[in-house]
Protein backbone atom coordinates (compact mmCIF):
# COMPACT_ATOMS: atom_id res chain seq x y z
CA UNK A 1 0.00 0.00 0.00
CA UNK A 2 1.07 3.36 -0.40
CA UNK A 3 2.86 5.00 2.36
CA UNK A 4 0.80 8.35 2.15
CA UNK A 5 -2.35 6.40 1.89
CA UNK A 6 -1.45 4.10 4.59
CA UNK A 7 -0.60 7.33 7.46
CA UNK A 8 -4.16 8.84 6.35
CA UNK A 9 -5.84 5.73 6.82
CA UNK A 10 -4.27 4.85 10.20
CA UNK A 11 -4.76 8.35 10.97
CA UNK A 12 -8.51 7.41 10.72
CA UNK A 13 -8.43 4.30 12.84
CA UNK A 14 -6.27 6.03 15.63
CA UNK A 15 -9.32 8.77 15.25
CA UNK A 16 -12.29 6.69 15.47
CA UNK A 17 -10.68 4.60 18.54
CA UNK A 18 -10.41 7.92 20.36
CA UNK A 19 -13.69 9.11 19.28
CA UNK A 20 -15.21 5.92 20.90
CA UNK A 21 -13.58 6.81 24.16
CA UNK A 22 -14.69 10.34 24.69
CA UNK A 23 -18.03 8.96 23.97
CA UNK A 24 -18.23 7.16 26.60
CA UNK A 25 -17.13 10.04 29.25
CA UNK A 26 -19.56 11.41 31.66
CA UNK A 27 -18.68 14.98 30.84
CA UNK A 28 -19.59 14.46 26.85
CA UNK A 29 -22.25 12.63 27.62
CA UNK A 30 -23.82 15.73 29.74
CA UNK A 31 -23.18 18.19 26.76
CA UNK A 32 -26.11 17.14 24.25
CA UNK A 33 -24.57 19.76 21.59
CA UNK A 34 -20.44 18.19 21.80
CA UNK A 35 -22.14 14.50 21.77
CA UNK A 36 -24.01 14.91 19.22
CA UNK A 37 -21.30 16.65 16.88
CA UNK A 38 -19.06 13.62 18.15
CA UNK A 39 -21.54 10.65 17.37
CA UNK A 40 -21.36 12.01 13.70
CA UNK A 41 -17.76 11.75 13.28
CA UNK A 42 -17.47 8.60 14.85
CA UNK A 43 -20.54 7.26 12.34
CA UNK A 44 -18.79 8.69 9.50
CA UNK A 45 -15.43 7.60 9.46
CA UNK A 46 -16.55 4.12 11.43
CA UNK A 47 -16.78 2.43 7.32
CA UNK A 48 -13.24 3.04 6.82
CA UNK A 49 -11.98 2.29 10.60
CA UNK A 50 -13.43 -1.30 9.60
CA UNK A 51 -12.36 -1.68 6.40
CA UNK A 52 -8.93 -0.73 8.15
CA UNK A 53 -8.82 -3.58 10.63
CA UNK A 54 -10.12 -5.82 7.44
CA UNK A 55 -6.98 -4.95 6.15
CA UNK A 56 -4.79 -5.45 8.77
CA UNK A 57 -6.19 -8.73 9.59
CA UNK A 58 -4.98 -9.66 5.91
CA UNK A 59 -1.62 -8.33 6.55
CA UNK A 60 -1.35 -10.87 9.61
CA UNK A 61 -2.67 -13.89 7.43
CA UNK A 62 -0.41 -12.75 4.52
CA UNK A 63 2.56 -13.36 6.98
CA UNK A 64 1.62 -15.98 8.15
CA UNK A 65 1.23 -17.95 4.76
CA UNK A 66 4.41 -16.38 3.51
CA UNK A 67 6.16 -18.33 6.45
CA UNK A 68 4.00 -21.00 5.00
CA UNK A 69 6.49 -21.29 1.77
CA UNK A 70 9.58 -22.42 3.57
CA UNK A 71 7.64 -26.03 4.00
CA UNK A 72 7.69 -28.56 1.26
CA UNK A 73 5.19 -30.04 2.31
CA UNK A 74 2.69 -26.85 3.16
CA UNK A 75 3.72 -24.89 0.11
CA UNK A 76 1.75 -25.51 -2.43
CA UNK A 77 -1.61 -24.63 -0.33
CA UNK A 78 0.50 -21.48 0.89
CA UNK A 79 0.63 -20.27 -2.57
CA UNK A 80 -2.62 -20.95 -3.17
CA UNK A 81 -3.76 -18.86 -0.64
CA UNK A 82 -1.09 -15.94 -1.21
CA UNK A 83 -2.74 -15.69 -4.43
CA UNK A 84 -6.24 -15.27 -2.52
CA UNK A 85 -4.89 -13.24 0.30
CA UNK A 86 -3.28 -10.52 -2.65
CA UNK A 87 -6.70 -10.20 -4.71
CA UNK A 88 -8.79 -9.85 -1.45
CA UNK A 89 -5.64 -6.75 -0.40
CA UNK A 90 -6.00 -5.38 -3.95
CA UNK A 91 -10.14 -5.05 -3.62
CA UNK A 92 -9.78 -4.08 -0.22
CA UNK A 93 -7.66 -1.05 -0.88
CA UNK A 94 -9.85 -0.43 -3.67
CA UNK A 95 -12.16 -0.20 -1.39
CA UNK A 96 -10.75 2.24 0.71
CA UNK A 97 -9.64 4.88 -1.77
CA UNK A 98 -13.33 5.14 -2.53
CA UNK A 99 -14.28 5.83 1.21
CA UNK A 100 -11.44 8.44 1.40
CA UNK A 101 -13.45 10.48 -1.61
CA UNK A 102 -14.73 13.26 -0.23
CA UNK A 103 -18.28 13.63 0.34
CA UNK A 104 -20.87 16.13 -0.81
CA UNK A 105 -21.45 17.94 2.35
CA UNK A 106 -24.99 18.28 0.63
CA UNK A 107 -25.80 14.86 0.07
CA UNK A 108 -27.51 14.42 3.63
CA UNK A 109 -30.25 17.80 2.64
CA UNK A 110 -33.44 17.87 1.44
CA UNK A 111 -34.00 19.13 -1.74
CA UNK A 112 -36.25 21.21 -3.55
CA UNK A 113 -37.81 19.45 -7.07
CA UNK A 114 -38.76 21.97 -9.78
CA UNK A 115 -40.27 20.35 -12.80
CA UNK A 116 -41.16 22.67 -16.06
CA UNK A 117 -42.99 22.14 -19.28
CA UNK A 118 -40.70 22.72 -21.83
CA UNK A 119 -40.81 21.99 -25.66
CA UNK A 120 -43.65 20.23 -26.79
CA UNK A 121 -47.15 22.37 -25.62
CA UNK A 122 -49.77 20.11 -23.78
CA UNK A 123 -47.91 16.76 -24.23
CA UNK A 124 -45.15 18.67 -22.72
CA UNK A 125 -47.21 19.51 -19.42
CA UNK A 126 -48.38 16.42 -19.40
CA UNK A 127 -45.03 14.71 -19.58
CA UNK A 128 -44.03 17.11 -16.97
CA UNK A 129 -46.87 15.70 -14.25
CA UNK A 130 -45.63 11.90 -15.50
CA UNK A 131 -41.92 13.03 -14.07
CA UNK A 132 -44.11 14.35 -11.33
CA UNK A 133 -45.47 10.89 -10.43
CA UNK A 134 -42.54 9.00 -11.17
CA UNK A 135 -40.19 11.25 -8.23
CA UNK A 136 -43.48 11.16 -6.23
CA UNK A 137 -43.70 7.07 -6.06
CA UNK A 138 -39.43 7.26 -5.83
CA UNK A 139 -39.82 9.21 -2.71
CA UNK A 140 -42.75 6.84 -1.53
CA UNK A 141 -40.76 4.15 -1.85
CA UNK A 142 -37.62 5.39 -0.02
CA UNK A 143 -39.98 6.70 2.71
CA UNK A 144 -39.46 10.24 1.92
CA UNK A 145 -42.05 13.29 2.69
CA UNK A 146 -43.17 15.48 0.10
CA UNK A 147 -44.52 18.53 0.54
CA UNK A 148 -45.85 20.49 -2.50
CA UNK A 149 -44.38 24.55 -3.13
CA UNK A 150 -46.35 25.39 -6.06
CA UNK A 151 -48.23 24.19 -8.85
CA UNK A 152 -49.40 25.72 -12.04
CA UNK A 153 -51.42 23.54 -13.82
CA UNK A 154 -51.98 22.82 -17.93
CA UNK A 155 -55.61 22.97 -19.86
CA UNK A 156 -54.74 19.26 -20.28
CA UNK A 157 -54.37 18.41 -16.78
CA UNK A 158 -50.48 18.26 -16.97
CA UNK A 159 -48.28 21.07 -15.23
CA UNK A 160 -47.08 23.80 -16.62
CA UNK A 161 -44.53 24.18 -13.35
CA UNK A 162 -44.54 22.30 -10.48
CA UNK A 163 -41.99 22.06 -7.55
CA UNK A 164 -41.89 20.84 -3.90
CA UNK A 165 -39.94 19.87 -1.00
CA UNK A 166 -38.60 16.69 0.05
CA UNK A 167 -37.83 15.48 2.86
CA UNK A 168 -35.71 12.51 4.13
CA UNK A 169 -32.50 10.88 4.52
CA UNK A 170 -30.08 11.38 1.41
CA UNK A 171 -32.76 12.98 -0.90
CA UNK A 172 -29.93 14.95 -2.30
CA UNK A 173 -27.40 12.48 -2.24
CA UNK A 174 -29.83 10.45 -4.48
CA UNK A 175 -31.12 12.95 -6.69
CA UNK A 176 -28.77 15.29 -7.35
CA UNK A 177 -28.07 13.29 -11.17
CA UNK A 178 -31.16 14.21 -12.23
CA UNK A 179 -31.35 17.96 -13.03
CA UNK A 180 -31.61 18.58 -17.30
CA UNK A 181 -33.41 18.41 -19.56
CA UNK A 182 -35.71 15.44 -20.10
CA UNK A 183 -37.07 13.78 -23.35
CA UNK A 184 -40.19 12.05 -24.23
CA UNK A 185 -40.93 10.09 -27.45
CA UNK A 186 -44.29 8.56 -27.72
CA UNK A 187 -48.03 9.42 -29.80
CA UNK A 188 -49.39 11.67 -27.50
CA UNK A 189 -53.29 11.16 -26.66
CA UNK A 190 -55.04 13.40 -28.57
CA UNK A 191 -52.55 12.67 -31.95
CA UNK A 192 -55.45 11.28 -34.66
CA UNK A 193 -53.22 10.18 -37.07
CA UNK A 194 -50.73 8.22 -34.66
CA UNK A 195 -47.46 10.39 -34.72
CA UNK A 196 -44.76 10.11 -32.70
CA UNK A 197 -44.37 13.64 -31.37
CA UNK A 198 -41.32 14.89 -29.25
CA UNK A 199 -41.35 17.05 -25.97
CA UNK A 200 -39.43 17.79 -23.16
CA UNK A 201 -39.55 18.99 -19.54
CA UNK A 202 -36.92 20.37 -17.12
CA UNK A 203 -36.15 19.19 -14.02
CA UNK A 204 -34.33 20.80 -11.36
CA UNK A 205 -32.61 19.40 -7.97
CA UNK A 206 -31.61 21.62 -5.39
CA UNK A 207 -30.31 21.42 -1.63
CA UNK A 208 -32.57 22.89 0.84
CA UNK A 209 -30.61 26.23 1.80
CA UNK A 210 -30.40 27.46 5.44
CA UNK A 211 -30.05 30.54 6.68
CA UNK A 212 -26.13 29.97 7.15
CA UNK A 213 -25.80 28.57 3.78
CA UNK A 214 -26.99 31.98 2.15
CA UNK A 215 -27.32 35.78 3.77
CA UNK A 216 -30.39 37.91 1.94
CA UNK A 217 -30.67 41.63 2.48
CA UNK A 218 -34.48 42.22 3.16
CA UNK A 219 -33.91 45.07 1.16
CA UNK A 220 -32.54 43.07 -1.83
CA UNK A 221 -36.39 41.97 -1.79
CA UNK A 222 -39.57 42.65 -3.81
CA UNK A 223 -42.55 41.24 -1.81
CA UNK A 224 -45.76 41.44 -3.73
CA UNK A 225 -49.11 39.42 -1.85
CA UNK A 226 -52.08 38.50 -4.43
CA UNK A 227 -55.10 36.75 -4.44
CA UNK A 228 -54.41 32.66 -5.49
CA UNK A 229 -55.46 31.02 -8.56
CA UNK A 230 -56.29 27.79 -9.09
CA UNK A 231 -59.06 24.37 -8.42
CA UNK A 232 -60.78 24.67 -5.65
CA UNK A 233 -60.16 24.78 -1.21
CA UNK A 234 -61.49 27.41 1.02
CA UNK A 235 -59.74 30.82 0.32
CA UNK A 236 -58.37 30.47 -2.94
CA UNK A 237 -59.45 33.40 -4.95
CA UNK A 238 -61.21 35.12 -1.88
CA UNK A 239 -57.75 36.12 0.00
CA UNK A 240 -54.53 37.52 -1.40
CA UNK A 241 -52.54 34.75 0.11
CA UNK A 242 -50.07 34.17 -3.00
CA UNK A 243 -46.51 35.46 -2.48
CA UNK A 244 -44.38 36.40 -4.98
CA UNK A 245 -40.64 37.26 -4.13
CA UNK A 246 -38.11 38.82 -6.11
CA UNK A 247 -34.53 38.98 -5.47
CA UNK A 248 -33.43 42.07 -7.08
CA UNK A 249 -29.66 41.30 -7.25
CA UNK A 250 -30.03 38.25 -9.44
CA UNK A 251 -33.76 38.76 -10.85
CA UNK A 252 -35.03 35.39 -8.88
CA UNK A 253 -38.48 34.94 -8.79
CA UNK A 254 -40.27 32.76 -6.79
CA UNK A 255 -44.18 32.23 -6.09
CA UNK A 256 -46.15 30.41 -3.64
CA UNK A 257 -49.55 29.61 -3.44
CA UNK A 258 -50.50 26.36 -2.03
CA UNK A 259 -51.59 27.57 1.51
CA UNK A 260 -54.22 29.56 2.74
CA UNK A 261 -51.51 31.42 5.43
CA UNK A 262 -50.04 34.35 3.70
CA UNK A 263 -47.50 33.83 6.50
CA UNK A 264 -46.93 30.39 5.84
CA UNK A 265 -46.51 31.23 1.70
CA UNK A 266 -44.04 33.82 2.42
CA UNK A 267 -41.56 31.09 4.74
CA UNK A 268 -41.63 28.32 1.84
CA UNK A 269 -41.17 31.09 -0.83
CA UNK A 270 -38.25 32.17 0.78
CA UNK A 271 -37.00 28.72 1.41
CA UNK A 272 -37.63 28.19 -2.67
CA UNK A 273 -35.30 31.41 -3.09
CA UNK A 274 -32.48 30.22 -0.98
CA UNK A 275 -32.51 26.99 -2.66
CA UNK A 276 -32.07 28.61 -5.94
CA UNK A 277 -29.84 31.14 -4.98
CA UNK A 278 -27.46 28.32 -3.44
CA UNK A 279 -28.03 26.38 -6.39
CA UNK A 280 -26.71 28.66 -8.67
CA UNK A 281 -23.60 28.84 -6.72
CA UNK A 282 -23.20 25.12 -7.04
CA UNK A 283 -24.08 25.69 -10.79
CA UNK A 284 -21.27 27.88 -10.82
CA UNK A 285 -18.56 25.46 -8.75
CA UNK A 286 -19.43 22.15 -11.04
CA UNK A 287 -19.09 23.88 -14.14
CA UNK A 288 -15.81 25.15 -13.07
CA UNK A 289 -14.94 21.36 -12.39
CA UNK A 290 -16.56 19.84 -15.61
CA UNK A 291 -13.64 21.37 -17.72
CA UNK A 292 -11.09 18.87 -15.77
CA UNK A 293 -13.43 15.88 -15.66
CA UNK A 294 -13.98 13.52 -18.05
CA UNK A 295 -17.60 13.32 -18.00
CA UNK A 296 -20.31 15.46 -17.65
CA UNK A 297 -22.48 13.65 -14.62
CA UNK A 298 -22.93 16.15 -12.15
CA UNK A 299 -22.76 19.47 -14.25
CA UNK A 300 -25.37 20.93 -13.21
CA UNK A 301 -25.91 22.32 -16.61
CA UNK A 302 -30.20 22.35 -16.83
CA UNK A 303 -29.57 22.91 -20.67
CA UNK A 304 -28.08 19.49 -21.26
CA UNK A 305 -30.29 17.24 -22.28
CA UNK A 306 -29.87 14.14 -20.31
CA UNK A 307 -32.44 11.30 -20.39
CA UNK A 308 -35.03 10.03 -23.39
CA UNK A 309 -38.14 8.08 -22.97
CA UNK A 310 -39.19 6.32 -25.63
CA UNK A 311 -42.31 5.03 -25.37
CA UNK A 312 -42.70 2.89 -28.88
CA UNK A 313 -39.41 1.64 -28.26
CA UNK A 314 -40.30 0.37 -24.26
CA UNK A 315 -36.84 2.34 -23.88
CA UNK A 316 -35.54 4.21 -21.06
CA UNK A 317 -31.42 5.99 -22.56
CA UNK A 318 -29.43 8.26 -20.28
CA UNK A 319 -27.04 9.94 -22.71
CA UNK A 320 -24.45 10.86 -19.84
CA UNK A 321 -23.37 7.36 -19.06
CA UNK A 322 -24.37 5.67 -22.75
CA UNK A 323 -27.13 3.48 -20.60
CA UNK A 324 -30.28 1.56 -21.66
CA UNK A 325 -33.23 -0.05 -20.12
CA UNK A 326 -36.65 -1.22 -20.89
CA UNK A 327 -39.70 -2.09 -18.90
CA UNK A 328 -40.36 1.87 -19.15
CA UNK A 329 -43.70 1.47 -17.42
CA UNK A 330 -42.12 0.36 -14.25
CA UNK A 331 -39.29 3.29 -14.64
CA UNK A 332 -42.42 5.85 -14.65
CA UNK A 333 -44.12 4.43 -11.57
CA UNK A 334 -40.62 5.24 -9.61
CA UNK A 335 -38.09 2.11 -10.39
CA UNK A 336 -35.17 4.38 -10.68
CA UNK A 337 -32.96 2.81 -8.36
CA UNK A 338 -30.40 0.83 -11.21
CA UNK A 339 -30.37 4.06 -13.13
CA UNK A 340 -29.70 6.18 -9.83
CA UNK A 341 -27.01 3.59 -9.04
CA UNK A 342 -25.14 3.61 -12.20
CA UNK A 343 -25.18 7.59 -12.38
CA UNK A 344 -23.69 7.61 -8.82
CA UNK A 345 -21.34 4.83 -9.43
CA UNK A 346 -19.86 7.12 -12.65
CA UNK A 347 -19.17 9.65 -10.76
CA UNK A 348 -17.56 7.64 -7.96
CA UNK A 349 -15.15 6.72 -10.85
CA UNK A 350 -14.56 9.82 -12.46
CA UNK A 351 -13.91 11.75 -8.83
CA UNK A 352 -11.46 8.71 -8.27
CA UNK A 353 -9.76 8.77 -11.27
CA UNK A 354 -8.95 12.65 -11.11
CA UNK A 355 -7.71 11.68 -6.97
CA UNK A 356 -5.09 10.03 -8.73
CA UNK A 357 -4.20 12.25 -11.01
CA UNK A 358 -5.61 10.40 -14.17
CA UNK A 359 -6.35 12.21 -17.32
Known amino acids: MD ?26 AQDKTRLL ?38 RDMAESDLRELKQQRGELEAELQKLLLPKDPNDSRDVVLEIRAGTGGEEAALFAADLWRMYTRFAERQRWTVEPLNISEAGAGGFREISAMIHGRDVYALLKFESGVHRVQRVP ?13 TVAIMPEAEDVDIQI ?8 FMRASGAGGQSVNTTDSAVRITHIPTGLAVHCMQEKSQTKNRELAMKLLRARLLDREIQRVQAERAAHRRSQVGTGDRSEKIRTYNFPQDRVSDHRIGLTRH ?8 GIDDVIAALRASDEADRLAEAQGQP
Not at 53 to 63: G, I, K, P, Q, S
Not at 217 to 224: A, G, I, R, S, W
Open 3 to 28: PVLRAKLESIAERHEELGVMLCAPEI
Open 37 to 74: ALSREHAEIAPIAAAVARYRDLEVRTRDAEELLADPDL
Open 189 to 201: ATEAQGRIHTSTA
Open 217 to 224: NPKDLEVQ
Open 327 to 334: AIGDFMDG
